[in-house]
């Protein structure tokens, strides 16, 4: 069975471009989940989906970050303008039930200069 | 509030040594779950295993086996014979039910077996 994809696997951008994470869960899951791990915050969560509606986007930095789910097998995170600090690895996992096992995908390994 | 405590940073071992990774939690939750991930080298986040707060029974896969005792909010995991490919950072993780699926994660710890 196919894992949670994530699209691209490296990203290297300038700042103040816009730079678009992509994320496909596995098929059935109805939880979505954008995490962002740096060493010195270490994992965070961004932002959930549940059936395609963001629950909770608390932990967006700030307005220059954004996330959407279409349709249940795609969902994207946006940031535009990208600045240094969002320099990081993005993970997407996905689940299906409330306290059930989230699945990571490979992760998108982002620097901006 | 709900908290998972890696204490230790990085652990250095040989090869063949049996290694524990501590995890304590905080949670006031009756019903919880608790989650081993691990993060090898290349990147990736590795499910381990998941463990409701009702069932304390120890848990043996191979050379891992985990030690869950809500006496003292600890659920300890242990690589026996220990092997260069073990050599990771390993992620202890609280989910509580009731609320809306937010994985609580640890510092992590780093373990490193070297030949």
């Known amino acids: 069975d196919a894992g949670v994809i994530q699209s691209p696997r490296h990203e290297v951008t300038e700042m103040g471009q816009e730079v678009t994470l992509r994320c496909k869960p596995i098929?059935?899951?109805?939880?979505l989940f954008w995490y962002r791990q740096t060493m010195m915050r270490g994992l965070e969560l961004l932002i959930y989906f549940n059936n395609n509606v963001p629950i909770d986007d608390s932990g967006m930095p700030e307005d220059r970050f954004s996330a959407k789910m279409p349709n249940a097998s795609f969902s994207t995170l946006k940031i535009q303008p990208s600045e240094p600090r969002d320099s990081a690895v993005y993970f997407c996992a996905s689940t299906l039930g409330s306290v059930e096992t989230q699945y990571f995908g490979p992760g998108t390994r982002l620097l901006v200069l | 509030a709900q908290k998972v405590t890696q204490a230790q940073t990085e652990i250095s071992v040989v090869e063949k040594e049996d290694v524990t990774l501590d995890c304590v939690y905080e949670?006031?939750?009756?019903?919880?779950?608790l989650f081993w991930y691990k993060q090898p080298p290349s990147g990736e986040l590795v499910f381990l295993i998941r463990r409701n707060s009702f069932d304390e029974q120890n848990e043996i896969s191979g050379r891992y086996s985990w030690n869950f005792q809500k006496s003292t909010s600890s659920f300890n995991f242990t690589i026996t014979a220990s092997q260069v490919v073990d050599s990771a950072v390993y992620f202890c993780?609280?989910?509580?039910?009731?609320?809306?699926?937010?994985?609580?994660f640890g510092a992590g710890t780093r373990l490193a077996v070297h030949p």
């Open positions: 949670t006031r939750d009756t019903t919880y779950y």
């Open positions: 098929s059935g899951h109805n939880s």
């Open positions: 993780a609280l989910i509580v039910s009731g609320g809306y699926n937010k994985l609580i």
